[in-house]
Every structure is written in structure tokens, then in C-alpha cells.
């Protein structure tokens, strides 16, 4: 017994002897990176920064109505070229059936053979002007958007010169 008395006597000694080496951290420690982040936010000046703050989000916001006109914009204008080869194409359609009757139906389907290949030319060809309009509409709200970017990222690296 008197073995395992000393033996728990030394343990309590050893373990309090790690404990005092591994001290927790005062309130003082804990608060120093507070601390001196406090010091660096109080280095900031931010003198009319909610005014700043407002006027910033109020062009974002300008910018995305600016794009979203221009998509929209863009969109009516894919719909309206598109209404235009639809109404072409029918009544390119419309006139050649009205000529082909009474007439010889080995030139008919000849010629109905030569529409039909350059209805499908025509069809590619306005495929490609469609998508070159709408790609040209979503590009120029992108670029309202991408200006906007760089206008925040313009103010912010300004911002950040003048503390330095």
C-alpha cells in the first residue's frame, strides 16, 4: 500500500508540473489579436464610409438593370429577325406552290428539290445570324456588368493606397 501511495503522490506531482507548463492563456492573450486588430480598424478612416457604401451598391445595382436592359434589348431583337425569316420563308414557300401548277411534275419537283436545298442554306445562314445577335446582345450586358467589376475593383485598390 505504501508504494501505491507514493506512486499516486508522484503522478500528482508530475501532472501538476505539466499543467504548470502549459498554462492557459490569460483574458490579456486571448484579447491581444483583438486588440490589435481594433488598432488597425481604428487606422481606417472611413469618414462618409455608409454614404460611400450606399452610393457603391447604388451603381451596382444601376450596372444590373443596365445589363438586364441591354439582355432584354438584345432578345427582342433575336425574336424580331427571327419573326422576319419565318414570314420570308413562308411566302417564299407560298409563291412557289403557287406556280407549280400546270406545270410539268418532273420540273415541279425539280424545282421544289432546288427550293427545299436553298430553304436548308437559308435556314443554316439564319441560324448563324440569330446566334451572332444574341451572342452580341449577352456581350454587351457582360460588359456593363465586367465595367462595373472593375470600377469597384478601382475604388477598393484607392481606398487601400491612401493607407499606405
Not at 44 to 61: H, P, W
Not at 133 to 141: F, H, N, P, T
Amino acid at each position: 500500500m505504501a508504494t501505491a501511495k507514493k506512486a499516486a503522490a508522484k503522478k500528482t506531482t508530475t501532472s501538476s508540473t505539466a499543467s504548470e507548463k502549459k498554462a492557459a492563456p490569460t483574458a490579456a492573450d486571448m484579447l491581444n489579436p483583438l486588440k490589435g486588430m481594433a488598432d488597425r480598424l481604428q487606422d481606417l478612416n472611413l469618414t462618409g464610409g455608409a454614404g460611400k457604401l450606399l452610393e457603391s451598391g447604388r451603381k451596382d445595382l444601376a450596372a444590373l438593370m443596365q445589363a438586364n436592359e441591354k439582355s432584354y434589348q438584345g432578345l427582342q431583337t433575336v425574336v424580331q429577325r427571327q419573326t422576319e425569316m419565318i414570314k420570308s420563308a413562308i411566302a417564299e414557300w407560298q409563291t412557289a406552290a403557287k406556280e407549280m401548277p400546270g406545270k410539268d411534275p418532273k420540273a415541279n419537283l425539280a424545282k421544289l428539290d432546288e427550293l427545299g436545298r436553298q430553304s436548308f442554306q437559308r435556314a443554316i445562314d439564319d441560324i448563324k445570324e440569330l446566334a451572332n445577335l444574341a451572342a452580341k446582345s449577352q456581350a454587351d450586358a457582360f460588359d456593363v456588368v465586367r465595367q462595373r467589376i472593375q470600377a469597384n475593383v478601382d475604388e477598393v485598390t484607392k481606398m487601400l493606397q491612401r493607407k499606405q
